[in-house]
C-alpha cells in the first residue's frame, strides 16, 4: 500500500505509520505493511539465531527490522533480518543513526501483503545498493530462493544454503529455517 507520490529521506523521516502498521521507503515511496504474525515472526527469530550461530566469529552480525538508508536510491528499506558488517552496525549506534549502505545479505520472509512487484524492487535495490545476495524466504513452500549477481536459485528442504562472500561460507540447513518449536 502505497502512501505518496514521491517522498525525500528527509520527509520520511518524520512520516508516522498508522498504528498496526510497518514502514519503509524504497525508491520514493512509503510502503506499509501489517505487523507480521506469528509464522513470520518465527521464522526471522529462527534465521536470527542460525545465521548469530554461523557468524559468531566473524566481523559480521546478524540483525532485524531497522532501516537502512540508502540515499542514492531515496530509500530506507527495513529488511526482516541481515547482515551487517560489526563496524558500520557500531558506528551507526555511536552516532545514533540508521545504517548506512545495504547490508552484505537482506533477508525477506515473504507474506501474503507483499506484491511480487514490491519484492522484485526490493531485491534490485538491494543488489545495486551493494548486498551479495538477497534471501526471499517462502514459510508456505518452505523454500528459500537466493538473488544475487548471477541470477536466481531456489532451495528447499532437505538442501543447504550458502552464506555468500565476503561472508563465511557457511552451510544453512533450509529444513531449520522452517521447524516449528
Known sequence: MSVATHVGLAEYLEYVAPEGFDDELIEGEIVLSPSP???HADVCHRLVLLLTKSLD?????????????????DSMPRPDVFVIDRERWHRAMQEDDYPQGSPQLAIEVFSPGNSAALMQK?????LNA??????????KRQT?????TEGEREYRVGEDLLLPA????????????????
Open 144 to 148: 528459500v530462493v537466493v538473488h544475487d
Open 57 to 73: 566469529a566473524s566481523e559480521f552480525i546478524v540483525r532485524c527490522d531497522t532501516s537502512m538508508t540508502l540515499e542514492t536510491y
Open 166 to 181: 565476503p561472508l563465511p561460507e557457511t552451510p544453512v540447513a533450509v529444513r531449520k529455517i522452517f521447524e516449528t518449536s
Open 122 to 126: 526490493k531485491i534490485a535495490l538491494y
Open 37 to 39: 504474525k506469528a509464522a
Open 130 to 139: 551493494g548486498s551479495s545476495a538477497v534471501w526471499i524466504a517462502y514459510p
